[in-house]
């Protein structure tokens, strides 16, 4: 299978490096310099995985994972020259999967990179947010919230629902 992962970093060199060692892999690689040139790459291609400094102009690392975090799980791998470990734990508190600091052993950034992708995809996670509702006739099962929700008609349309505690 082959992977689009999209990196965003303002350091050309760190995008050429990575880019260099991740040929061997089945990948598509996007760049981007910033934050809102990332944004409109990631709704004109489905992403599998990014790759985000946090120092950038116009929108920085941190801002573009919470947007991203609205409404996607995708894996988020932080390679920052911030290496303090309040930046680390802020960047994985807002939605980071994992965080590797400046200067980084590019071979343990692929192993990153692979496992992210390894989690995300071969174990079901990415399939995980797509079957959110399954409905059968009157049954209305939301498996993200564990509700099932019965709508009967008599006069007027009634629904009964059942929280599932799992």
Do not use: W
Request: aromatic share 6%.
């Amino acid at each position: 299978m082959t992977y689009n992962i999209l990196h965003v970093d303002d350091e050309k060199e760190i995008i050429k490096l990575l880019k260099m060692y991740l040929r061997n892999e089945q990948i598509n690689h996007y760049e981007a310099a910033n934050g809102r040139e990332a944004l409109a790459i990631m709704t004109e291609k489905k992403i599998d995985l990014l790759i985000v400094d946090i120092m950038m102009p116009e929108i920085d690392g941190f801002e573009l994972i919470r947007t991203v975090r609205k409404n996607s799980n995708l894996p988020i791998l932080v390679i920052s020259a911030r290496v303090e470990a309040s930046d680390r734990i802020f960047g994985l508190e807002i939605g980071a999967d994992d965080y590797l600091t400046k200067p980084f052993d590019p071979h343990e950034a692929i192993a990153r990179v692979n496992a992210l992708l390894r989690r995300y995809h071969a174990l079901g996670v990415s399939k995980e947010a797509q079957i959110a509702r399954l409905n059968v006739g009157n049954l209305a099962l939301d498996t993200n919230a564990c509700i099932a929700s019965l709508f009967y008609n008599t006069s007027a349309t009634r629904c009964v629902s059942l929280v599932f505690l799992i």
